[in-house]
């Protein structure tokens, strides 16, 4: 008898049911992003992530934000957060401003020109997530999507320490 077969747990599969829900899952999940991403390139030259860190730096106090909380708020490596806050400073639509009391924090700035390019971009913004989603459910629909979204992403981001989140890599 082979002991290495036998020890291991047999993996608990997907059933049917399971497999149709996740693969749709994943399909809208690809799918959203591709039609966001379209609409932004296309209205403003720009993918959905450069977006949304537009839109937080826009809702925080003062228009900027210290990175590391940039990227833990857009749930992203401080790396590719990094690249992506430079590509935005080329456009002008945001600047860097060392921390006064951290020499080695940062701050993401947005700028005038990121605040105008976001006026202009967002009803567009808005129209492609009201066709996307919002316009194809019922309000009951709506406020399950928003529950079991809530749920998963809290199951994602354990408060533990030696997290495997994005922001701390």
């Given amino acids: 008898m082979n002991t290495a077969s036998t020890s291991a747990e047999e993996p608990r599969w997907l059933t049917d049911e399971e497999q149709r829900v996740w693969r749709s899952y994943i399909d809208v ?3 959203l992003e591709d039609h ?3 609409q932004l390139q296309r209205d403003a030259g720009m993918p959905h992530i450069y977006y949304g860190l537009l839109v937080k730096l826009a809702e925080s106090p003062d228009l900027r934000l210290r990175m590391t909380e940039l990227a833990m708020m857009a749930k992203i490596t401080r790396s590719r957060l990094s690249h992506a806050v ?3 400073e080329r456009n002008g639509w945001v600047r860097r401003e060392d921390c006064p009391s951290d020499k080695r924090g940062q701050f993401a700035v947005l700028t005038d020109e990121g605040a105008d390019v976001l006026r202009r971009t967002a009803p ?3 129209t492609a997530v009201r066709q996307a989603v919002f316009e194809r459910l019922t309000p009951e629909q709506q406020k399950s999507l928003g529950e079991i979204m809530q749920i998963l992403a809290e199951g994602l981001q354990p408060n533990g320490a030696g997290a495997d989140l ?3 890599r």
């Fill in 166 to 168: 994005p922001w701390l």
């Fill in 29 to 31: 999940s690809t799918l």
């Fill in 36 to 38: 966001l991403d379209r």
């Fill in 124 to 126: 567009g913004h808005v």
């Fill in 86 to 88: 430079a590509r935005l």
